[in-house]
């Protein structure tokens, strides 16, 4: 994978397919060779055989600051863990279960398992008693970690219906030094066996999809899987993951390592050598303070946290009486944005004079604000998980933050496409990924094929749900005449009105969720005359609304209620309707004064809506939508 310091990137040219005047297929040949053997296992011990002294992670201590690890002292610590899971008389091909938030210890635990030669499983830590006992016995797991004594006492009191799970540790009680202190007496040679007996078609993890509808089902995802994506991956966007400046490439990850783009970060991160930090928190103030201290130069992130980073800039300038000139300045930076990936895409001559003058003149006032946000150092973002929104990413690029967006899922070990860095195009998640294929079926549902798609499902490997080869992802997409693929909606949550009308509500949400008031919305509309929506308060941006109108005493019934803040709501829903058409359009939304969540079984874990949840826990506010006006 070496290459030359600040040579430019691989970047293949998608081959298509058109059938009846449309392109129905693009497909990358892979920019890196499979390996035919090792496993992940590997990584820490190579990254110190031939550069011990790197710097391959830093961890947060207690005072705050983040101290280096080098790739000497990872592999020291993962054999010296490895050697504990193997005292504790786990065996090659068992399961280890980790319960815990994004941290430097669920990383270790992580290699440390692939090392002893175990399959690891995550557990999102916000989990419920009964969706963690359902992992931990589809899987047999036979250990599982936990972060906390709650998360101790929620396995503990369904052992009985475990009888495969034999070991539980706490990390915040000494996990990592106990299994370190079990294993001392083993030699080394037991690890080292376990490693090279692993190849790339061993399973190295389960992770269990987020179940919208029915019960969460473990994806089996190989070595060979995480190679094939990481591998591909970093030498394709090659100036985020290597770096081309005296400025070495880092990332603080603070997306759930219990979901798969957290785990293809950090794996892809070791593989690379970039340093990685890990951050348990992203509420903002949290968030923040650990992207100042730890100042990435790019970041992996969920449209969500870019669009807080977004409002909480501009609410900052309303509070200062300088929001028209935030405003001013967003337009300036999506114009400029735009602009420049015409330019760099040979379909513009880029921005002008005055666009760049004007640009150069918000920089410190604003744009610069965004970056040190972002910890001052960002130039580039991988965002994934739900659209970003042409006009968010044009802001960014504007304001000297490059994003590249992907789209993939659990199955297909985090991207199948990405941006690609030599030829972006807004409002798109890219080409196909190197090594990948991307097919619409006729009905518009998004097929892929690729060395990343997994091996089926634990327990059901006969459910691998094939179409002549290619993966039905569940999604409806298109691509366009260069192979660039956008994702327009979910196949099972298409909404067919009443008068027949086909809507797919993920556009919609995606556009109301960016305002700076909504904090979750459900469009609705199956069988109904007009589609509407059911939209709930971002606490932050609620609280910075009612600081600036004088308004913190209104109770919460009447909040919902109050015209002005309903005439702001409509205003986004007009902005929502202004990219659908009449039939498609929302036409009355209701505010609701109890916000979708996980802990009521509105939300997943990787904050997809329950719609099936949400519709009946509101069905009495969605009646209401469909009563005659007075």
Known sequence: MARPQGTPPAQG????????????????????????????????????AEAPSDVVMSRKGADGRWRDVTAAEFRDEVLAVAKGLVAAGLRP??????????????????????????????????????????????????????????????VSAVRTSLPELRELWQLDTGAVAQLAADGRTLPDALVTSRRQSMAPETVATLIYTSGTTGRPKGCILTHGNFFAEVDNATELLHPVFRSVSTEPASTLLFLPLSHVFGRMVAVGCLRARVRLGHAPSIATEDLLADLAGFQPTFLLAIPYVLEKVYNTGRATAEKIGRAASFDRAARIAQAYGTAAVARQTGTGPGPGLGLRLARALYDPLVYRRIRAALGGKVRYAICGGSPLGSRLAAFYAGAGVLVFEGYGLTETTAAATVTPPLSPRLGTVGWP????????????????????????????????????????????????????????????????????????????????????????????????????????????????????????????????????????????????????????????????????????????????LRRAAVARDFAADIEELYRRKR
Not at 27 to 47: H, M
Not at 583 to 598: G, K, N, P, Q, Y
């Open 13 to 48: 040219v998608p081959q298509l397919t058109a059938e009846g005047g449309r392109v129905r297929q693009a497909a990358v040949p892979p920019i890196v060779d499979p390996p035919k053997r090792g496993s992940l296992a590997d990584i820490p011990f190579t990254n110190a």
């Open 93 to 154: 091909g068992d399961r280890l279960a980790v319960m815990a938030r994004t941290s430097y210890a669920w990383t270790l635990l992580d290699f440390a398992g692939w090392a002893a030669g175990l399959i690891t499983v995550p557990i999102y830590p916000t989990s419920s008693a009964s969706q963690c006992e359902w992992i931990l016995a589809d899987s047999g797991a036979t250990a599982c970690v936990v972060e906390n004594v709650a998360q101790a006492r929620m």
């Open 433 to 608: 990924l190197p090594g990948t294929a991307v097919r619409i079926a006729e009905d518009g549902e998004v097929l892929l094929r690729g060395g990343q798609v997994f091996a089926g499902y634990w327990n059901d490997e006969g459910a691998f749900p094939a179409v002549e080869g290619w993966f039905p992802t569940g999604d409806i997409g298109e691509l366009d005449a260069e192979g660039y693929l956008t994702i327009t909606g979910r196949k099972k949550e298409i909404i067919i009105t009443a008068g027949g009308k086909n809507v797919a509500p993920a556009p919609l949400e995606d556009r109301l969720r960016a305002h700076p008031l909504v904090g979750q919305c459900m469009v609705v509309g199956d069988n109904r005359p007009y589609v509407t929506a059911l939209v709930t308060l971002e606490p932050d941006g609620l609280a910075h609304w009612r600081r600036m109108r004088h308004k913190e005493a209104l109770a919460p019934k009447e909040l919902v209620e109050d015209e002005e803040l309903l005439a702001e709501l409509q205003k986004a829903v007009d902005d929502a309707n202004a990219s659908v058409s009449q039939a498609e359009s929302i036409r009355r939304f209701r505010v609701l004064a109890a916000d979708f969540t996980e802990e009521a079984g509105h939300l997943t874990p990787s904050m997809k």
